[in-house]
């Protein structure tokens, strides 16, 4: 009698257990040999007194139901639970890849490419006090006054001076040189909301020194401001889009509407605006942000009856960021002009975040998150997925300016209450600043100067 390992009962439920045999029998042949010679028990008594082989073990129908249903929940709701656990990562967009077919790929505006391995959204913050600010308040006059906390009060200058430090690599300087050479007879636009126009406003005050007082201005159009630097036949845009679609909150002046509504495939409403941008950095993320789900009209503002859906916002978030795709795919030669997309810019209206005192929000906070893996309750993570779904499946080359993590470090750098005010403050507002505290924009010079400095390094260095 030829004897099998102790384990072999073992062997065989894990090929068999749903049923299908995992490996080949390579070894049939041999093993009909071995049963042919095999004694066989001629009777019931002879069956008892020889040696017998391990019965193939079976699952009982209770068990191998009570598996398949664990299976089912764990494939259906693995990511809430381990969303519910902290443990969920979100899935980033793929980074562009360096090669076609094994030959190197050009990018329009290249001149190198960032060391092999180096993540440039990856790293700290560390005080420099020798390159830091890169301008100063007083001196770039395109600065909104809801973003010139020194002239609105704002007592530290400390948040001024924390230089962004990639690990196992540096990022490229800034050269307002080159980035203006590069510009020369082009178009470089942002679209999106009150944040991409700060990023918008970052990039003229880096620039505008090198250009003479008469060979500049700055001119608004509705929803369009344009920056002009004549000398350079050159242009720096912004264009007021908050949901990238038509939506009816797009008025660049009156658009504080707490009933969003976005109207679905309406993106050439202000694609129109875009055409000919040889650089697009789009932003949109904030404006989405009014609940678990979003209205989305199928039909056109005009019409008398409107038809509106209310969908889950990540789902009415992917319809924007495809309708973005197309736009480009149809409007901006890949061989001739680079697209980026910023991720959310987080806001700190939630102490308890960052284990401060409950109640509080950015207010009188002047010193960074030290916790690299923090993550505030103000991003979500749903919708990073979605940016890393469309984006990593798309073939279109769109640059990823993954922001979030390292802004979410600096609650020390928003407006807060240094800042122009719309309105008049009441009683019960100025007795509690956190009240009206800014918790979404940012102070210039500031974070956003290091946003435009990964942009740079991702323009020339992909």
């Known amino acids: 009698m030829i004897s099998l390992p102790p384990n072999a009962y073992k062997i065989s439920i894990s090929i068999h257990i749903f049923g299908t045999r995992l490996f080949p029998d390579t070894n049939k042949k041999e093993k009909e040999k071995e049963t042919t010679n095999m004694v066989k028990p001629s009777s019931p008594v002879s ?12 699952l009982s129908p209770y068990l191998l139901t009570l598996l398949m249903f664990i299976l089912f929940v764990a ?13 969920l990562e979100p899935r980033l967009p793929r980074p562009l890849s360096r090669t076609t077919e094994g030959k190197e790929k050009k990018y329009p505006f290249a001149v190198g490419k960032t060391p092999e391995g180096c993540d440039v959204f990856s790293g700290r913050w560390v005080r420099d006090e020798t390159s830091r600010p890169p301008y100063e308040e007083w001196e770039c006059p395109y600065i909104q006054p809801q973003l010139t906390c020194q002239e609105h009060g704002r007592p530290d200058k400390d948040y001024q001076f924390w230089r962004w430090q990639p690990h196992g690599c540096d990022l490229p300087s800034f050269n307002a040189t080159m980035m203006l050479e590069t510009l020369r007879g082009k178009r470089m636009m942002y679209v999106g909301d009150s944040l991409n126009r700060g990023m918008y406003v970052s990039m003229v005050c880096l620039l505008h020194r090198l250009i003479p007082d008469d060979q500049k201005s700055m001119e608004t159009f509705d929803s369009l401001t344009v920056f002009t630097a004549k000398e350079y036949n050159a242009t720096i845009e912004f264009y007021w889009a908050p949901f990238l679609l038509e939506s009816n909150s797009d008025d660049a002046i009156v658009h504080r509407i707490s009933d969003r509504i976005v109207r679905k495939g309406s993106i050439n409403k202000h694609g129109k605006h875009w055409k000919g941008v040889d650089i697009i950095v789009f932003n949109t993320y904030l404006w989405w942000m009014t609940g678990l789900k979003m209205k989305i009209l199928q039909g056109s503002f005009d019409d008398e009856e409107k038809v509106i859906a209310e969908v889950p916002t990540e789902d009415a978030y992917r319809m924007a960021m495809k309708s973005m795709l197309r736009w480009v795919k149809r409007n901006m030669d890949r061989k001739k002009t680079r697209v980026f997309f910023t991720s959310m810019s987080p806001t700190h209206a939630k102490s308890i975040d960052w284990a401060g005192e409950p109640g509080k929000n950015c207010y009188n906070e002047t010193t960074l998150i030290e916790d690299p893996n923090y993550w505030g309750s103000d991003c979500r993570r749903s919708i990073m997925e979605v940016i890393g779904e469309v984006l990593g499946k798309s073939k279109i080359p769109v640059s990823f300016l993954n922001i979030t993590q390292l802004s979410s470090y600096r609650k020390d750098a928003h407006t807060s209450i240094y800042k122009k005010q719309w309105s008049p403050l009441t009683k019960e507002q100025l007795a509690n600043p956190v009240s009206y505290a800014d918790c979404v924009h940012w102070c210039l010079p500031g974070l956003q100067d290091t946003w435009n400095e990964l ?5 020339f260095y992909p």
């Open 47 to 58: 069956s008892l007194s020889a040696p017998s082989l391990p019965r193939k073990a079976r």
């Open 75 to 87: 494939v259906l709701y693995g990511e809430d639970f381990m969303c519910i656990f902290g443990q």
């Open 455 to 459: 942009l740079f390094a991702k323009l």
